[in-house]
């Protein structure tokens, strides 16, 4: 089993909507959560981290974590087809280690 | 500031030729990475530099050879590419600290032919 699992995709849905994007990691030591962005031929760009239980909210943006379960999610409200990109969920364990471990991603389509 | 820079963008190499990807950060950030990626595959680690004068392995370091040549600068060497090297790849840095991002470089596309 792969140490993030991200719910595989595609995601379609329609402009105005809410999207969630879910991830699920093996790795009880991780304390670090991130969510990238990623249009097609493009780098990764950062939309937000969270390291605590709960809700983190940014804009249109929410991330939820849940240590016990062991997910993370990513809500993004009001979706706009510009939000259209595959979005990418890393954890790092943190202390001493700071390189990230990503999911493979899912494709999100934001449909006019 | 540049961020991270990487060249080349592009790069068509046959099989058995060598190559290296230049990368170059002017954050002053201590660690650096080499990912690669692959339709279907996600990021996946090469190999890493958490200070310089160090490197390590990552999850897919078979077929590389990497240098941190200072704090700045750290490439990856490919000694004699193969058709499955063929993939994005992706230099990336960030500090050394808890919950700290990292910052990428736009991107080499090789094909190895």
């Known amino acids: 089993q792969k140490e993030v699992e991200q719910n595989s995709g595609p995601l379609s849905v329609p402009e105005g909507a809410i999207a969630s994007l879910n991830c699920t990691y093996s790795?009880?030591?991780?304390?670090?959560f991130f969510w990238y962005r990623q249009y097609s031929g493009k780098s990764p760009e950062l939309i937000m981290f969270?390291?605590?239980?709960g809700d983190k909210e940014d804009g249109r943006f929410t991330a939820q974590l849940n240590k016990a379960s062991q997910y993370v999610s990513l809500l993004i409200r009001d979706s706009q087809p510009s939000d259209s990109a595959t979005y990418l969920c890393?954890?790092?364990?943190?202390?001493?280690?700071?390189?990230?471990?990503f999911g493979k991603g899912t494709l999100l389509t934001v449909n006019p | 500031n540049a961020g991270v820079t990487q060249t080349p963008k592009f790069q068509v190499l046959k099989t058995g030729q060598s190559m290296t990807l230049q990368c170059a950060q002017d954050?002053?950030?201590?660690?650096m990475y080499w990912y690669r990626q692959d339709p279907g595959m996600g990021l996946r680690l090469i190999y890493y530099?958490?200070?310089?004068?160090?490197?390590d392995k990552g999850e897919v370091p078979n077929g590389y050879n990497v240098s941190r040549l200072n704090k700045r600068e750290f490439s990856l060497r490919l000694e004699s590419a193969a058709p499955s090297q063929t993939s994005v790849y992706f230099c990336?840095?960030?500090?050394?600290?808890?919950?700290?991002?990292?910052?990428f470089g736009n991107g080499t596309r090789l094909t190895v032919t």
């Open positions: 969270i390291y605590s239980n």
């Open positions: 530099s958490a200070s310089e004068g160090t490197t």
């Open positions: 790795d009880r030591g991780s304390q670090s």
């Open positions: 890393a954890m790092s364990r943190g202390g001493s280690n700071y390189k990230l471990t």
């Open positions: 990336a840095s960030n500090v050394n600290r808890n919950n700290s991002p990292l910052h």
């Open positions: 954050m002053n950030h201590n660690s």
